[in-house]
């Protein structure tokens, strides 16, 4: 009996389809490869915007995060700007500056808007698939110059 009879191929190409399989070329799953569907904000957005630091760009152009402040207009929280919180899973995005996760909004304020190559905003099911369960409000991936050699 052969390993994929005509009966078998018929079941296993539409999984295939569905499932996205690929037939060659990179396997590589790094954000880098662009193979994830993520919203940019580039430089030339952020100077447009007339943002002086890394928060004011998100206040601004975010458009997966809503951004509030404290009284005295500190950063405070970031929120999704669509569906609904969980009361077991994280349900603000994940910030990471040039590949490190951020632990403390408030460093936004010390990334000045003219240091910042672009932003990434990776969505729910992107940031999962890369970043793992905890992403699941999605990511904002900040790219600086220095970073990024420009």
Not at 122 to 149: C, D, P, Q, W
């Amino acid at each position: 009996m052969a390993l994929f009879s005509s009966r078998r191929l018929l079941v296993l190409i539409p999984l295939c389809i569905m499932a996205g399989c690929k037939t060659g070329g990179s396997t590589t799953n790094a954000p880098s490869d662009q193979a994830y569907h993520a919203h940019v904000i580039t430089a030339e957005a952020i100077a447009r915007s007339g943002a002086t630091d890394a928060w004011e760009v998100l206040k601004r152009l975010s458009t997966t995060a809503r951004a509030t402040e404290a009284y005295d207009g500190e950063p405070q929280r970031l929120h999704p700007k669509r569906g609904h919180g969980s009361m077991y899973l994280r349900d603000d995005p994940m910030v990471y500056i040039d590949g490190v996760p951020l632990s403390d909004l408030r460093a936004l304020r010390q990334l000045g808007a003219a240091d910042i190559d672009n932003i990434e905003e990776m969505g729910s099911i992107e940031a999962t698939a890369y970043f793992g369960t905890n992403s699941n409000a999605g990511v904002i991936l900040i790219h600086s110059k220095s970073r990024s050699g420009a």
